[in-house]
C-alpha cells in the first residue's frame, strides 16, 4: 500500500472524527471508552479503569490541574476512592497523555506510534526493574487515532525533576542511565513479547512517508551550522546515508532486544533520592541495543565529558547487560556498534529544528543547538561515517 495515499485517507477519516467531537463533546464512562482529553474524564470512567480488580472499589472524585499540550496533552490528576479503594491501595496521583488535536493525532498515528506507551505501559512495564513511571491504564481507538496513557505522576509520587537538557550532566546520572538501558535491553533480549513492535527502519518509514525528514535535516544543518564541525557541515546527503544504514544495521544485523527509541536527555528525570529514569515511551520498538545507548550518552553528555566518560560508560552497560540476561558482546564490537549507531540522535534533533511551518515546534531553538552540538561532535570524534564505510 502507498503509505502516502494511506494517510490521507487517515486524515480525513480522523479529521471527521475530530469535528464530531467538537460538537458532540463526548464523555469517558466504561471501560471501552477512550477520553479526549482530561476534560472528558468522569468519575466513572476512573471507577472502570481503575477499579477494575478491586472488589467494590470505586472512585468518589477526582481534580486536574498542571495542563499543557504537545505531541500530546497531558494533565495531573488526583483522585479520591471509598474505603474500599483506599484499603487496597490504589493509585491516587496520576498523569495523563491523550491525543487531542488533529496535528497530534496525525503525528503520533502516522508514525506508527499511536500505541507505543500503550503497549508499553499495559504490557511490557511489569516485566522489567527500572527507574521509569508505573503506568495504570492505556488504550487507543484505531477508527479516530483518540488515545490515552493513563500513569504514576512521578513529580508527585517520587519528587521528580526533569533534567534540564541544556545543563551538564553529571557522571554518576549518565551511568545510571545507561544501567538502566542495560536492564531494559538484558530483560527484553530476543523475547517473544516484543516481536510486535516495529523496528527503527519501520520508524524511519512511517516518518519519511508523512514529511520529508531528509530535506528537513538539511535545513536543519543550515540553521545550526554554528555548532556543526567543520569536517560533517555541508554533507548532509552523506549524513542522511548514514542515517539510512544505521537504522538498517540496528533493524537486520543486531540481536533484537526492547528500546525505548527516543532516549535523549530531555526525556530523563532524577528522583527526590537521586534516581535517574526515562519517561516518554511512546517510541517504544525493537533493534539494535546501541541505539538507545549511543542516543543517551551522546545527547546527555558535553563533548569534554564525552570524551573523558564513554569507553568507562561502555563498560558500565555491558556488565549490567549481562546480569539483566543479555548477550554481551566485545567490547571492540560494543564499540563499533556505538560509533555506528549514533546516527539518528543527529536526524532526530536536525529534523526538529528544520521543522517546517506546518510541523509543531517541539523544542526550543537553544535546546536543539546544544543536543546537535553534542551529537555532531560525537559524530566526528568517533568517525561514524567511516565505522558506517560511507
Not at 513511571?133 to 509520587?157: C, F, K, N, Q, V
Not at 544501567?179 to 519519511?208: Q, Y
Request: charged share 25%; proline share 4%.
Amino acid at each position: 500500500m502507498n503509505h502516502k495515499l494511506w494517510l490521507l485517507g487517515r486524515v480525513a477519516t480522523v479529521g471527521g472524527h475530530v469535528l464530531l467531537e467538537k460538537i458532540t463533546r463526548p464523555k469517558a464512562r466504561s471501560v471501552d471508552d477512550v477520553p479526549i482529553s482530561g476534560d472528558a474524564i468522569t468519575v466513572g470512567w476512573l471507577t472502570a479503569v481503575l477499579c477494575r480488580d478491586v472488589a467494590d472499589a470505586e472512585v468518589l472524585s477526582f481534580s486536574t490541574s498542571n495542563g499543557s499540550h504537545g505531541t500530546s496533552t497531558r494533565v495531573a490528576i488526583r483522585v479520591d476512592y471509598n474505603e474500599a479503594g483506599q484499603q487496597a491501595g490504589l493509585p491516587t496521583e496520576l498523569f495523563a497523555k491523550t491525543t487531542t488535536s488533529l496535528s497530534q493525532r496525525i503525528l503520533l498515528g502516522g508514525a506508527k506510534m499511536i500505541d507505543g506507551e500503550t503497549h508499553f505501559f499495559m504490557d511490557l512495564r511489569p516485566d522489567v526493574e527500572i527507574e521509569a513511571p508505573i503506568g495504570y491504564w492505556g488504550a487507543y481507538d484505531p477508527s479516530s487515532w483518540r488515545s490515552i496513557a493513563l500513569m504514576e505522576d512521578i513529580a508527585a509520587t517520587r519528587g521528580a525533576v526533569f533534567i534540564e537538557p541544556n545543563a551538564p550532566i553529571a557522571r554518576d546520572q549518565i551511568e545510571d542511565l545507561v544501567r538502566n538501558l542495560a536492564r531494559l535491553h538484558g530483560t527484553f533480549w530476543k523475547h517473544p513479547s516484543i516481536a510486535v513492535l516495529k523496528t527503527p527502519n519501520d520508524m524511519l518509514d512511517a516518518v519519511r512517508s508523512a514529511i520529508d525528514m531528509k530535506k528537513r535535516c538539511e535545513v536543519g544543518m543550515e540553521r545550526a551550522k554554528e555548532v556543526i564541525p567543520a569536517t560533517l557541515y555541508g554533507q548532509s546527503d552523506r549524513l542522511w546515508a548514514g542515517v539510512e544504514r544505521a537504522l538498517d544495521i540496528a533493524t537486520k544485523d543486531m540481536p533484537p532486544t526492547l528500546l525505548h527509541g527516543d532516549p535523549h536527555i530531555g526525556q530523563t528525570y532524577v528522583t527526590s533520592d537521586g534516581r535517574m529514569g526515562y519517561a516518554d515511551w511512546q517510541v517504544v520498538m525493537q533493534g539494535g541495543w546501541a541505539h538507545d545507548f549511543a542516543y543517551t550518552v551522546n545527547s546527555g553528555c558535553e563533548p569534554d565529558d564525552r570524551r573523558a566518560w564513554d569507553r568507562e560508560l561502555l563498560e558500565i552497560y555491558l556488565d549490567e547487560l549481562g546480569s539483566a540476561g543479555g548477550e554481551v558482546p566485545s567490547f571492540d564490537d560494543a564499540w563499533l556498534a556505538y560509533r555506528q549507531q549514533s546516527m539518528f540522535a543527529y536526524a532526530a534533533w536536525a529534523f526538529t529544528i528544520g521543522r517546517a511551518a506546518y510541523q509543531p515546534k517541539m523544542q526550543t531553538d537553544e535546546t536543539c543547538l546544544t543536543l546537535l552540538k553534542r551529537i555532531t561532535t560525537a559524530l566526528d570524534d568517533h568517525d561514524s561515517l567511516g565505522a558506517l564505510g560511507i
